[in-house]
């Protein structure tokens, strides 16, 4: 499940940036795992607002084995931070900090 995080009436840190961006990432994701053939959704599909009790519960009801939360905070500083999770075993997060450290 892709979460973009923020939409609608909530813009989000950085204003109506980071509910944009975020969406735009969530569909760009969802599209790619779709072609490599892993079923994926969306707790949104378009700019409306998703309080967080709905938000979750869309997440929890499609039984999704995943669930990345799209968001572009602005925290401030150097670096990035790009993975928060909640419900997890760690390795899908070690091979992805893996996979950005090799990249550069």
Do not use: W
């Not at 979460?3 to 790619?32: Q, W």
């Not at 409306?48 to 938000?55: A, E, F, K, S």
Request: no cysteine; proline share 4%.
């Amino acid at each position: 499940m892709q979460d973009a995080g923020h939409g609608g009436t909530d813009p989000g840190a950085n204003g109506i940036k980071e509910k944009k961006y975020s969406l735009e990432a969530a569909l760009y994701v969802n599209m790619r795992l779709n072609e490599h053939g892993i079923t994926s959704g969306l707790s949104r599909s378009m700019d409306v607002t998703l309080d967080p009790g709905p938000r979750t519960k869309k997440v929890r009801d499609s039984k999704s084995p995943f669930e990345i939360s799209h968001h572009f905070n602005a925290g401030g500083g150097s670096g990035a931070e790009f993975i928060h999770s909640i419900f997890s075993n760690g390795k899908f997060e070690k091979i992805l900090a893996e996979e950005f450290e090799k990249a550069g």
